[in-house]
Nanobody, 125 residues
Framework: QVQLVESGGGLVEAGDSLSLSCAAS????????MAWFRQAPGKDREFVAA????????SYADSVKGRFTISRDYSKSTLYLQLNSLKAEDTGVYYC??????????????????WGRGTQVTVSS
């Protein structure tokens, strides 16, 4: 069974940085494409970034391109999301998801069949 556990969220000011982690098994990171989504109160879950398992191809939402970076470390069995130049509109619960399609950066949350419980990011303006 695939298990994902996010950490690293917190309360920061606009312009600050955060680093989010998603603990998974190295097997999951090798066999699944992975992504970060976020959800603000009263809004749908929104795609943030994805990385494929085969080629490490990445994809980003336009709203975070140039500010956020997705990566993974097989030796630590961890997926990361580096958040720089944070804005108030980046506030939300951040989730990592696993997609059994190894070569997909789909932005559709229904394509991801496993999710963590999320970590809260709050950016004050």
């Amino acid at each position: 069974q695939v298990q994902l556990v996010e950490s690293g969220g917190g309360l920061v000011e606009a312009g600050d940085s955060l680093s989010l982690s998603c603990a998974a098994s190295s097997r999951v990171l090798r066999l699944y494409s992975m992504a970060w989504f976020r959800q603000a109160p009263g809004k749908d879950r929104e795609f943030v970034a994805a990385i494929t398992s085969i080629t490490s191809r990445t994809s980003y939402a336009d709203s975070v391109k140039g500010r956020f970076t997705i990566s993974r470390d097989y030796s630590k069995s961890t997926l990361y999301l580096q958040l720089n130049s944070l804005k108030a509109e980046d506030t939300g619960v951040y989730y990592c998801g696993a997609n059994p399609n190894k070569d997909s950066t789909t932005t559709n949350p229904t394509d991801y069949n496993t999710w963590g419980r999320g970590t809260q990011v709050t950016v004050s303006s």
